[in-house]
């Protein structure tokens, strides 16, 4: 599975983004998905995940309340909803897909998050 991230870009504390991750097989509606970020000097983090059916959401408690995850597997695309962002949510933002319960087999290339306070 190729994945392609995008959406990415520069905005205002307090602003929004909506990331994409969009899948090259159709098969991607049988993997579970994630998002991932890494700031400059850090390890990169769990930001938030949803199962294939999009019936279960999971978030990294820095983002829960402001960003939600959601799914559109007839697009073969999941989407990461980001509201009033932070400077501390600068970062390099990953998608990446699994099909069990192991960890996650495919990433994408990322895409920049930028946050001016």
């Known amino acids: 599975v190729q994945l392609q991230a995008s959406g990415g870009g520069l905005v205002q504390a307090g602003g929004s983004l909506r990331l994409s991750c969009a899948a090259s097989?159709?098969?991607?509606?049988?993997?579970?998905m994630g998002w991932f970020r890494q700031a400059p000097g850090k390890e990169r983090e769990f930001v938030a995940a949803?199962?294939?059916?999009?019936?279960?959401?999971y978030y990294a408690d820095s983002v829960k309340g402001r960003f939600t995850i959601s799914r559109d597997n007839a697009r073969n695309t999941v989407y990461l909803q980001m509201n009033t962002l932070k400077p501390e949510d600068t970062a390099v933002y990953y998608c990446?897909?699994?099909?069990?319960?192991?960890?996650?087999?495919?990433w994408g290339q990322g895409t920049q998050v930028t946050v001016s306070s």
């Open positions: 949803i199962i294939w059916s999009g019936g279960s959401t």
């Open positions: 990446a897909a699994k099909n069990n319960g192991g960890p996650y087999d495919y």
């Open positions: 097989e159709r098969t991607f509606r049988y993997y579970a």
